[in-house]
């Protein structure tokens, strides 16, 4: 078990460098941009195409390894009153839920793909990209997102420790 | 009830369009149809998104512009290629021959196009009147798709593709000197706050369509079908309608403040624009194949 | 009726998976679904289709891209010497202002507001820098979420604003013009809070720290040098935009690679240093992101509800004199301010609203700089705002902590509303002076 966790959580890690790399390209393509604009009058056109392609893999991909370290937020009215054990049963029934969601919605895209791919559809820009690549990044990514939502609940019912490094985003000095 | 998704405003011709329509509807099927229209990409969908949305039975009807769709099926680039068509009456007449070929695609897509109306005219906006190539010579135009940044690029001027959000800003600190838009575009942000002169040059008028999807289409009686369809047809003549009184309109309110129009160039200045375009129209001829050179034929022997 | 149940309905939807919690966005996305399946009655494969389409549109707009470069840009000032410098160095400047560094959180708000459109980004940016050094140094964790709750939203009154140039499209008015009109009503929220933290500190001093003793000279000149690095950063920023050279959406960038500069020059850029912004930057970013995204889907779904059409249409229908209108319209963008983010309470509501509030005389920039306002106050109220959102996330209060701390600069914005209503002239002064 102990490997199935640390396996997911390593493909989560690896998805989440992937859309570092993605925030980086966001940075250096509206960089490029700018200096082709400035000193040469021309254009990539294809900036806002392109980083938003970028945008979604840097979200989307980043899920699973952002969950596992306990920052997407909930809310804990209700939550931080219940005994440890129902607050575990409840954590693993929404990481579940999140995990069926994900996998609905991949399946969606799946289905987008494939027109996508058979059509023959491609962005109307000039580097005319076939729109499968994005919408398939997307549904990788969740589909990433799902395997991790689903390690998520299953250690919370066997109680087994996180895999992620214990590094609290927030860092209130107490 | 259906819904329809309009990205434009209100207000715009493609909203006025698409409130016709959608009040014909409702009087002529006696408000068995409803149709509540979302304007302003109030659901959340582009024109682009809006093809496969409709199709899919997301939306049941949707208003879009088909240079968005121009990924999706080549042939819906016909009605927005560089100055092919500059007058209303060249406008429908290409309209009316290739309309058998969109119906078609739509239909392959589980959707029917119910009717199709023109935007004006796209020109230059700029800080100046451009009569001339010399004019265009080194001025940084801001363009909206492949077909006007090709054309622009080999008139000798700068293209450059930012979002139309961006488009005040960059202007008001001069990083962009002219925009390649419809008067009613312009005129809908106020530009005489930031450029003094339009200049006509009658670019290209792209097609709107209202579209519906067949599994809604079916759904109704033969009857219902009939009415839906007059009132198509009705919402299509107003729409066709606007075009002339919209853009009169707009010199107007454009004259009013302050703002310089140029309603005519120079026809050597017409011929070179043209010849700038030549190629984007021939690579896309080629790519779009027979369907494509048979309407283009039919349109230039007509 | 029907509006009124199919809205109670939702909102009910809503309160169930945040009580049960369900992390937000996956929340706000069972909302959405629950809502369209039960209160629409569309079937589930209707209901992905829809999914699918908005959250592709959504996640990968530009719009969404600025975001996530502002805060690793945040998160650069953050984990090198620049942020501390710059409380260093502001310290002995504020000695004398009742609540002291306090107000770094509405000026430095403010001052980000210039150059981000957006108000998740102002405030994840400018939280993730103050919260740490503002409770390291004792000062009021309370009073300082919520003025950066508060605060942070001028992200969209202060140009530029996403939500204003949305606005001006779709009413067809001048987007120059409409961001001139948010410059002095951004300034006055600003006093307000500032006022408000004067105030409240003043009245019970244990909200801030004792006070150090004198200084001298020397340590004014050594506070000027520390705050080199932050000022060069935002000319930067500030310049790029106002001389053209990158757009609003574009600074993001020009923000991040200066603040890698400032690190090489401070010899502060290592490998490590870069990979931890980057990590850091991810791990807020995807925590800002996915809400916004899934609350993207939620107003979609709100739409084909018709909730705000149908409202609206209601207000409409009671023929009220001008100030009557005003009071309900803004009743009506407080309870749509419970669960829709800022652009959607536009778009959704406009073509109705705004007609009714020419009709009733009110001038169109006005109304902008008035809805925006609303759209702000949006930001910080329960359950759905972004802002609570987002500072629960990078101070680890709960959210009904930060809530109750945000409530006082709520308040304090509506106010703001009653003085824009009695004075319409802040807002509009500045534009007819600009633009005659
Ligand atoms: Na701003
Ligand atoms: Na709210």
């Given at each position: 078990m102990a490997r199935f966790y640390s396996n997911v959580f390593a493909l989560s890690r690896l998805a989440a460098v992937i859309a570092a790399c993605a925030l980086v390209y966001m940075v250096s393509h509206i960089a490029y941009e700018i200096i082709l604009r400035s000193f040469f009058a021309t254009s990539t056109f294809v900036l806002d195409e392109f980083v938003g392609y970028a945008i979604g893999i840097c979200i989307i991909w980043s899920l699973g390894y952002v969950l596992e370290h306990g920052d997407l937020i909930r809310v804990g009215l209700v939550l931080d009153r219940l005994p440890e054990r129902a607050q575990q049963l409840l954590t693993a029934v929404s990481a579940l839920v999140a995990c069926a969601l994900s996998v609905g919605l991949a399946w969606m895209f799946w289905i987008r793909v494939a027109r996508a791919w058979s059509r023959g559809t491609v962005s109307s820009s000039v580097a005319a990209v076939p729109t499968w690549i994005p919408e398939g990044a997307i549904m990788v990514g969740l589909g990433v997102f799902a395997l991790a939502a689903f390690a998520h609940g299953l250690r919370h019912i066997t109680g087994h420790p996180s895999p992620a490094p214990h590094t609290p985003l927030a860092t209130p000095v107490e | 009830t259906w819904d329809l998704s309009n990205e434009y405003p209100a207000g715009s011709l493609q909203g006025q369009t698409a409130e016709f329509f959608a009040k014909a509807v409702a009087e002529k099927t006696d408000g068995e149809i409803e149709v509540t229209i979302h304007h302003g990409a109030s659901l959340g969908y582009k024109s682009v998104d809006h093809f496969d949305a409709v199709g899919d039975g997301a939306l049941q009807a949707a208003s879009s512009a088909f240079v968005f769709w121009t990924g999706i099926d080549p042939i819906f680039q016909l009605s927005s290629l560089?100055?092919?068509?500059?007058?209303s009456k060249d406008i429908h007449d290409l309209y009316v021959l290739a309309k058998p070929e969109y119906e078609k695609v739509l239909e392959d897509n589980n959707q029917m196009l119910l009717l199709t109306t023109p935007w004006p005219s796209s020109g230059l906006w700029g800080d100046k009147p451009f009569t001339s190539t010399a004019d265009l010579e080194g001025v940084k135009v801001r363009t909206y798709d492949v077909a006007s940044t090709e054309t622009i690029k080999n008139a000798g001027a700068f293209p450059i593709q930012i979002s139309w959000a961006d488009v005040p800003a960059q202007l008001s600190t001069n990083a962009i000197d002219a925009v390649l838009t419809s008067p009613n575009g312009g005129v809908g942000v106020q530009m005489w706050e930031l450029q003094s002169d339009f200049t006509n040059v009658n670019y290209a008028s792209s097609l709107q369509a209202i579209h519906l999807n067949l599994d809604a289409w079916d759904d109704l009686s033969e009857e219902t079908q009939v009415a839906v369809k007059e009132a198509a047809v009705e919402a299509e003549d107003f729409g066709w309608g606007l075009l002339a009184d919209a853009t009169a309109k707009d010199f107007d309110t454009m004259r009013e403040n302050g703002m310089t129009v140029t309603e005519e160039i120079p026809a050597d200045f017409a011929r070179n624009l043209t010849a700038a375009a030549q190629p984007f129209i021939d690579k896309w001829l080629e790519e779009t194949g027979e369907r494509a050179q048979s309407i283009m034929t039919a349109y230039q022997s007509r | 009726m029907d509006t009124l149940f199919t809205a109670a309905a939702t909102l009910a939807f809503l309160l169930f998976f945040l009580g049960l919690g369900v992390w937000v966005f996956i929340s706000l996305a069972l909302v959405a679904t629950a809502a369209l399946f039960?209160?629409?009655?569309?079937d589930l494969s209707r209901i992905g289709s829809i999914a699918a389409g908005i959250i592709y549109r959504y996640s990968t707009s530009w719009e969404l891209s600025a975001i996530p470069m502002f805060i690793w840009m945040g998160e650069i000032i953050f984990r090198t010497d620049i942020s501390a410098r710059l409380f260093r160095g502001l310290s002995p400047f504020v000695d004398y202002i009742p609540g002291r560094l306090l107000h770094t959180n509405v000026l430095g708000c403010t001052l980000f507001a210039a150059v981000s459109g957006s108000s998740p980004a102002t405030t994840a940016t400018v939280g993730r820098i103050t919260t740490r050094e503002l409770s390291a140094r004792g000062y009021d964790d309370r009073l300082s979420l919520g003025s950066l709750a508060g605060a942070g939203s001028l992200g969209l009154l202060i140009p530029p604003s996403i939500v204003m140039i949305v606005y001006g499209i779709l009413a067809e008015q001048s987007i120059s013009r409409l961001f001139a009109a948010g410059v002095l009503p951004g300034l006055m929220i600003s006093a307000l809070y500032s006022g408000y933290i004067m105030l409240r500190t003043t009245l019970s001093p244990a909200l801030v720290p004792a006070k150090r003793e004198a200084r001298n000279a020397l340590d004014f000149l050594r506070a000027i040098w520390d705050l080199v690095p932050l000022a060069v950063l935002m000319t930067i920023v500030l310049g790029s935009i106002y001389t053209g050279i990158a757009t609003p959406s574009e600074a993001a960038a020009v923000g991040v690679i200066t603040a890698i500069a400032i690190a090489l020059v401070t010899r502060q850029l290592s490998l490590a240093l870069l990979r931890d912004t980057l990590m850091g930057a991810l791990r807020t970013s995807c925590m800002v992101c996915s809400i916004l995204i899934t609350a993207a889907f939620m107003s979609t779904a709100i739409g084909y509800l018709h909730i705000p059409a149908d409202v609206a249409d209601g207000i409409a229908s009671l023929h009220l004199p001008p100030w009557g209108l005003l009071v309900v319209l803004s009743l009506f963008y407080l309870g749509l301010g419970f669960f829709l983010d800022g652009t959607s309470i536009v778009v959704m509501s406009l073509p109705i609203s705004l007609p009714l509030a020419l009709q009733a005389g009110f001038d169109p920039i006005w109304f902008g700089v008035y809805l925006v306002l609303m759209v702000e106050m949006a930001q910080v109220t329960p359950p759905v705002g972004f802002n609570l959102f987002v500072l629960q996330g990078i101070s680890g209060r709960s959210i009904s902590y930060v809530a109750r701390a945000a409530l006082p600069f709520f308040v304090l914005m509506l106010l703001g509303v009653v003085l824009l209503a009695v004075f319409p002239d802040i807002a509009l002064w500045l534009p007819n002076f600009l633009y005659g």
């Open positions: - | 560089p100055f092919l068509a500059p007058t | 039960f209160l629409h009655g569309m």
